[in-house]
């Protein structure tokens, strides 16, 4: 089964969670968490540090990682990986290939002509804010 990965980034104070703008399809153009795929021999938590390092410059001792929630894919024999956490320090992110954006966390992200993935990324916010405590 392919795995895949995406980060729930908040900024320090909680109030902004961090995208990027698609630059290929799947969702092209539109805004996405960060996150990519799991390579052999690595675990899950290590793939996701290192797809947030990658992409954003976000390194392990900027933020903690808490596994959120899994979403397997049966029909496409993939499983994405979400995982969550907050920035114990203001740090400016580095692009590697998607512009990033900071988005309110009251955004609509639900909004599938905005957000990617057809309002999973709504469904993983409200999750993560209901499980806040143990991510924060």
Not at 69 to 86: P, S, T
Not at 105 to 129: D, R, S, T, W
Request: glycine content about 6%; proline content about 1%; some cysteine.
């Amino acid at each position: 089964m392919k795995k895949l990965n995406v980060v729930i980034v908040y900024n320090k104070d909680a109030s902004k969670i961090l995208m990027c703008e698609r630059e290929k399809e799947p969702y092209k153009g539109m805004l996405n968490l960060v996150g990519g795929k799991v390579e052999e021999n690595e675990t899950e938590l290590e793939s996701a540090y290192r797809e947030l390092n990658e992409e954003t410059g976000i390194t392990n001792f900027d933020i903690k990682l808490t596994h959120l929630m899994n979403f397997q894919y049966i029909q496409k024999d993939m499983e994405l990986e979400v995982f969550a956490g907050k920035l114990n320090k203001e740090i400016e992110v580095v692009e590697e290939i998607n512009k990033l954006y900071w988005i309110d966390k009251n955004e609509n992200f639900f909004n599938v002509n905005k957000f990617a993935g057809e309002g999973n990324i709504g469904h993983m916010l409200y999750q993560a804010q209901i499980h806040k405590d143990k991510i924060f």
